[in-house]
């Protein structure tokens, strides 16, 4: 892998210590050689936190069941592939930015085994090899405000978000806009924008040498981006596009669902054809105003997820948005089900290890304990599934350390290493 | 406790002179503790810093009891961190670690004096009788004067200015940026001096770039260049006189050749192809999407901003785009140094009715009224509310504000003008006459019950709501955050924060009852609900109503806790009247436009709050007047010269973890506590390519120990190439690499040395 990054220019300004990501992941990146265990992450994220007491199974560990017309009642049909985690908390962080920081990252800084990159980021840094895309983050209306601590859940860095794409069109031309060229056209293509390329970096690299170190950090997260589209150029795979609707109006509430679905395709898709084997896809943001309109809702999310348990109506609404997720949810993990994955060997839930998750506990109380996890897939046979665990108020971390062990890698902590140390036992 | 806080917090005792005593005075401590203090922590401190509050492990505990709680504060009252009071500096958020309850007391209110006294009393520094006291009050003043000047900085286009550059460039119109990913937005604005460029925005910014220039090419170069013949001199032509704009800065030699072997590379396939990608190839470069406000170091230390950054530092602030003819120009002759020339282009941009285009963006975004289009909405109550309505109700605000600050007036107008320029649909919505067509004509809503002033604009009474319902949250803190510039912490956590149930019958003050009258709300709420509920004769889409459900409206209102524009209203007319009269709120105006102009809002740093203070003064120096805000920025020293460090290496401070891939020895991390104080072996690389021929490079390599031992250095690059020449360093090819070491006189480096050493190597 190395080699096809040896071409004549390597990035100015390598801070052994600090932020080059790209140029660290390409220095020590393992050979991806694990023959079982999950191949790919997938993360599916929902806002605004729960009600619990129309959330959490009854019954055993090996023996429970969703109930009726509870939030994740949806999955009833599922839960033989499902592992329920309660009673995990977040470690020094509550209510709903703080949540939404912590919940992939832990609240790593500079000199955490992590750095602060969140689950997806630091996960796909070790597995990406030479998929085209080192990881996708598709979005559903996460950005009308803009990016910011509210809006952005996946890290490359301390206080470096990566920027969800809320555009399905937009992806539909990132994955697939270069298939339909000839292969001469395609070499020509590349090699000029090899060119474009090597031309932005000199200039960097000769700003670089004039600017002091906070500048630098800048500079420094536009060579990496370079990096990887440099990396992309490289990458001769062919990928069948798939439908989406055209045109879609990004922001426009109503189109909430369309847009769900459209991204839920392209994930998928960019996992069938190898374009990379890291996804996460958000829905909305904590916080998030998104009004059910399309269930005949009226209210924001937000606001019905801030309804007393003695207005059994208004949870009722809540119940009803919420399940809608667990349906996309589910709609996802069958669709994984029945998609073949790239390398010919089985279907993608096979081997793709996916996690729902999302930012608080009980959204009422602002809280981030008892904070909902769901995984979906055995992960490449690794975990056993169809089970519920209470986990008694552990740090999350753990999870998060345990997903990292099913990848092969080999952390001991994820984010900040006062939450403690080492996986969970019952994974 | 109402009628404690009233009698506290009214006039200011006027009273300068020390020899005249006032009527009551030389009380204890504990009885001015009784009288004056103890109604203020009543009020602002103990809905968190009780026992079951929140803040119960902090130092200040209160309870019921008021001698208790003298004890207590007293006790309080005597520490110091970091040289001042912690009993100051904490209500104040002005303590270094800051205060997670905001700031409930404003450095310069009555509430702040009182303490002050009652801290001053208990160490000794005062006597019994004395009425007033400052206490290291003069340290502020002077730490502004010895701040240094602000940064030199990097500042990536916004999207907004993107499009209007490329407009101004090539006079193609277009929003490629509507297919950007959306920006961070920080403390409101989405053009913060932070921006960067993602591997996302990168792709975007690549597509962008190769339609640009494909449109160029289609619309016939001709349109940006004259050439004799179309051919290689006049790409080079191209890059001297057009690349000057581009980059806003003349290219120099290096530049030149190295875009041009862009043209050489595709002029196999004809000049306007060649010409094609060497424009997108510009379009990508960091000299077109960073503004550079580096300087030129000077002797001082300090850079000077040269007459090509300050001209574009003017035209992003008065037109957000690229320079104009007249600017680059006077860049050319090096003249906008000079403050006169300056002072003659700040007229000149301002007085274009172009100007007027910024005034909108910074107001749209400072009110928060750019959600307009998308804010959800009860359909089924609201079905008035169509897109269009939507689309006047924004127009209606824009205009406003375009024609405020084309005018010039007086900024309080903004606040209080009730004469606005709406068409037929929104003439409808507000139940007033309209001349009858639907262009925006002018309506005096003077006589009309409901206020026709910016705070009773449907625009930001819709977005500042509720899905199904007026909201005197939203509006509270709509004035709270961006009139009085104060940042409220969100509510704490393990606290029931639903909403009372919707119940019919009463009224929305009712409902919003609890927030007053529980003590762990009230802390915080009665800084936003007051002055909320002043908003209440305008529902969730901004039309007047006198019944709010089966109640009356009571629109009756309050400013509680700020700096200095307390006091009561009824409704919106008399709250813009009070806030139109308070300097407070004119200078957080003041800093919305700093914020907007120069991308930093931290007002922690002084950078920050030394320049707004400066910019306040200009301010009002100018009259106070719409456009001063923004004219006062060019009066700052910024404009001219800056601090900050050249490419040294000595300061990668944050170097603290793993070693990726043998660049040097083991960190030798403490493991157990990652503390950077421990021995850290560190070694910082840089690599610049010098040469390239084509068939081989030369590159030179610096070699930094960053670490606090010292370091017999060994780096590996993952160079394939054959090495064909080799100074002051050794060679061992590997597998993957080659691996670096030093000669004998550099390869043991001691901390902060660093050397350099260059191969050259054949492909």
Known sequence: ?427 | MILWLMACSGEKDTNDSPDEVVETECLTDEEYFSDTVSPIVQSKCIACHSGEGIASETTLVLSEDTQLNFDTVSEVATVMENGQYLLLTKPTNQHTDGHSGGQPIAPSSTDYDDIELFVARINGLVDECATDVEIEGEEEESACEEASPARRVLRRLSHQEYDNTIQDLFGLTGTWSSNFAGDNVSHGFDNAVTLQVSPLLLDQYSNAATQIADDILTQGIQNQIQCGTWNRDCAEQFLSDKGTEIFRRPLSEADIERYLSMYDFVEEDGFDDAMKWMIASLLQSPHFLYRSELGVEDDDGLFGLTSWEIATELSYLFWQSTPDGELLELAAEDLLRDSTIVSEQVERLASSSRSSEVMVEMGMQWLGVRGLEFVAKDSTLYPELTDELRDSMSMETESFLATSFQEDVPFSLLLTDQSTRIDTALANHYGVQHEGTTELATVDFSTEDRFGGLLGHASLLTVHALPSSSSPIHRGLLVREHFLCQELPPPPANLNTSPPEVDPDSSTRERYEQHSSDAACSGCHDQIDPIGFGFEHYDGIGRWRTLDGIHSVDASGAILNSDQSDGTFYGVEELSSLLADSSEVSSCYVQQWFVYGTGQGDMEIPEVSCGVEAATEEFVAQGSTVQSALKSLTLLDRIYIRSGETGEMDTFAQGVGSDPGGEGEDTGLDPDTGSPETPLEELTVQVIENSNWGTGYCSSVTVANTGTVENTWMIELPIVDTITSLWSANSVVVSGGIQFTGVDWNATLQPNQSTEFGFCASL
């Open chain 1, 1 to 427: 892998m190395i080699t096809q990054l040896t071409r004549r220019k390597f990035l100015g300004g390598i801070g052994a210590s600090m932020v080059a990501p790209s140029i660290a992941k390409m220095l020590e990146r393992p050979a991806f050689s694990q023959t079982s265990g999950p191949r790919r992450l997938l993360i599916y994220f929902t806002p605004n936190g729960t009600v619990p007491n129309r959330l959490w199974p009854t019954g055993t560990e090996s023996n429970f069941t969703f109930g009726t017309n509870n939030i994740w009642s949806p999955l009833e049909s599922i839960k033989d592939d499902l592992i329920v985690l309660k009673g995990l908390n977040f470690y020094n962080a509550d209510n709903h930015e703080a949540g939404m920081a912590a919940m992939l990252t832990n609240n790593g800084g500079y000199g955490t085994e992590t750095n602060n990159q969140s689950l997806d980021q630091y996960i796909a840094s070790y597995i990406s090899g030479d998929t085209t895309f080192p990881s996708l983050e598709f979005g559903v209306q996460t950005s009308a405000w803009g990016g910011s601590s509210q809006t952005r859940m996946c890290y490359s860095g301390p206080d470096q978000y990566v920027t969800p794409d809320d555009n399905p069109n937009n992806v539909y031309q990132r994955l697939f806009g270069d298939a339909l060229l000839s292969d001469s056209e395609a070499t020509k293509l590349r090699l000029r924008k090899q060119l474009s390329i090597d031309n932005a970096r000199a200039d960097l690299i000769d700003l670089y040498s004039r600017v002091g170190t906070e500048e630098r950090t800048k500079l420094e997260a536009h060579l990496d981006s370079l990096t990887d589209l440099e990396n992309r150029l490289l990458d001769t795979g062919t990928c069948t596009p798939i439908q989406i609707p055209e045109d879609l109006s990004t922001y426009n509430n109503d189109s909430f669902p369309l847009i769900a679905e459209a991204q839920l395709d392209l994930a998928v898709a960019a996992l069938a054809c190898d374009k990379t084997r890291v996804a996460t896809i958000q829905m909305s943001h904590t916080v998030g105003p998104t009004v059910f309109s399309w269930l005949g809702l009226s209210e924001g999310h937000h606001s019905l997820s801030h309804i007393d348990d003695s207005n059994p109506v208004g949870i009722d609404h809540y119940v009803q948005a919420e399940q809608w997720y667990a349906e996309q949810f589910l709609t996802l993990v069958n669709s994984l089900k029945t998609t073949p994955n790239p390398e010919g060997d089985g279907m993608l839930f096979d081997d793709t290890l996916v996690l729902w998750a999302q930012e608080l506990g009980d959204g009422r109380m602002h809280v981030c304990t008892d904070v909902p996890f769901l995984i979906a897939g055995s992960a490449g046979g690794l975990f056993q599934t169809g089970r519920y665990l209470e986990l008694g108020g552990q740090n999350h971390c753990h999870l998060l350390t345990s997903i990292c062990h099913a990848f092969g890698l080999s952390n001991q902590t994820f984010g900040d290493p006062a939450a403690g140390t080492g996986g969970l036992a019952s994974l």
